[in-house]
Antibody, heavy 122, light 109 residues
Framework: QVQLVESGGGVVQPGRSLRLSCAASGFTFSSYAMHWVRQAPGKGLEWVAAISYDGSHKFYSDSVKGRFTISRDNSKTTLYLQMNSLTAADTAVFYC???????????????WGQGTLVTVSS | SVLTQPPSASGTPGQRVTISCSGGSSNIGSSAVNWYQQFPGTAPKLLIYTDNQRPSGVPDRFSGSKSGSSASLAISGLQSEDEADYYCAAWDASLNAKVFGGGTRLTVL
């Protein structure tokens, strides 16, 4: 069965960096686009970034563009999110999610990980 | 949020409830709508994709529809276990980004 396990969350000071990982199993990782979606405490869902199945195309929300970098290693079936210049507004649970489509008008998230909490605080 | 949902909805067991999602020509008007269900403390779950398609395992009590730049999620035969948060989402071609509605908390009275 599909499994997505996020890791790398924790408490980090403002201005510092953190790298999240999402270990995938149970499906052909290299055939799926992947996304990061976050949810601030008590708030709604916010899409963060997406990467195509082969890593050739990447998309970012305006709120993280220039600070976050999405990447993947298909040989390790792992998705990453490098987060730099973190602020309190980045405090959230970060989910990785699979997308069986080409990123765009048909995109949807069919499987989600359990999430990892990132807390940005001094 | 780019997509607009009512913050709350409610119904009694057995009732039919609809949740609306309003957007614009760059998102709902030109892209497929998805719906997600989320229980407190858990990850979201895909409920509807491509406007009105149900993944396997999702009861047919849940249905999606779209007209122009608006979409709706309908839940018929409401059950207590349907009490959750519901989010709509679509790709926005102008932003080149996935956008979500603010979410609707459904209460089963």
């Amino acid at each position: 069965q599909v499994q997505l396990v996020e890791s790398g969350g924790g408490v980090v000071q403002p201005g510092r960096s953190l790298r999240l990982s999402c270990a995938a199993s149970g499906f052909t990782f290299s055939s799926y686009a992947m996304h990061w979606v976050r949810q601030a405490p008590g708030k709604g869902l916010e899409w963060v970034a997406a990467i195509s199945y082969d890593g050739s195309h990447k998309f970012y929300s305006d709120s993280v563009k220039g600070r976050f970098t999405i990447s993947r290693d298909n040989s390790k079936t792992t998705l990453y999110l490098q987060m730099n210049s973190l602020t309190a507004a980045d405090t959230a649970v970060f989910y990785c999610a699979t997308d069986p489509t080409w990123i765009g008008g048909l995109t949807y998230f069919d499987y989600w990980g359990q999430g990892t909490l990132v807390t940005v605080s001094s | 949020s780019v997509l607009t949902q009512p913050p709350s909805a409610s119904g009694t067991p057995g009732q039919r409830v609809t949740i609306s999602c309003s957007g614009g020509s760059s998102n709902i008007g030109s892209s497929a709508v998805n719906w997600y269900q989320q229980f407190p403390g858990t990850a979201p779950k895909l409920l509807i994709y491509t406007d009105n398609q149900r993944p396997s395992g999702v009861p047919d009590r849940f249905s999606g529809s779209k007209s122009g730049s608006s979409a709706s999620l309908a839940i018929s035969g409401l059950q207590s276990e349907d009490e959750a948060d519901y989010y709509c989402a679509a790709w926005d071609a102008s932003l080149n980004a996935k956008v979500f509605g603010g979410g609707t908390r459904l209460t089963v009275l």
